[in-house]
C-alpha cells in the first residue's frame, strides 16, 4: 500500500468516526470532522500531510 491510499483510508476512517460520534456521543466531534476535512483540503495544495510522515515510518511505500 503507497502513502496516499493509505492516507486516504485513514482520513476516511477518522470521518466516518467521527461523524459516528457526533452523532451518538457529542456535537463536538464535528469539529474534527471539520479539522480532517480542512487538512486534507490544504494537503491537495501543499502536497504535504503530517501524516504521511507517520506512514512513511511505518513503512508505506513512496509514491511512484
Given at each position: 500500500?503507497?502513502?496516499n491510499?493509505?492516507?486516504r483510508g485513514i482520513a476516511?476512517?477518522?470521518i466516518l468516526a467521527s461523524l459516528a460520534l457526533?452523532?451518538?456521543v457529542?456535537?463536538?466531534f464535528f469539529?474534527?470532522?471539520a479539522f480532517?476535512?480542512?487538512n486534507l483540503f490544504q494537503s491537495a495544495f501543499t502536497r504535504s500531510c503530517p501524516m504521511m510522515w507517520f506512514l512513511r515510518k511505518a513503512g508505506?511505500?513512496?509514491d511512484a
Amino acid at each position: 500500500m503507497t502513502v496516499n491510499e493509505g492516507l486516504r483510508g485513514i482520513a476516511g476512517v477518522f470521518i466516518l468516526a467521527s461523524l459516528a460520534l457526533g452523532l451518538w456521543v457529542s456535537h463536538w466531534f464535528f469539529a474534527f470532522t471539520a479539522f480532517v476535512g480542512l487538512n486534507l483540503f490544504q494537503s491537495a495544495f501543499t502536497r504535504s500531510c503530517p501524516m504521511m510522515w507517520f506512514l512513511r515510518k511505518a513503512g508505506f511505500k513512496a509514491d511512484a
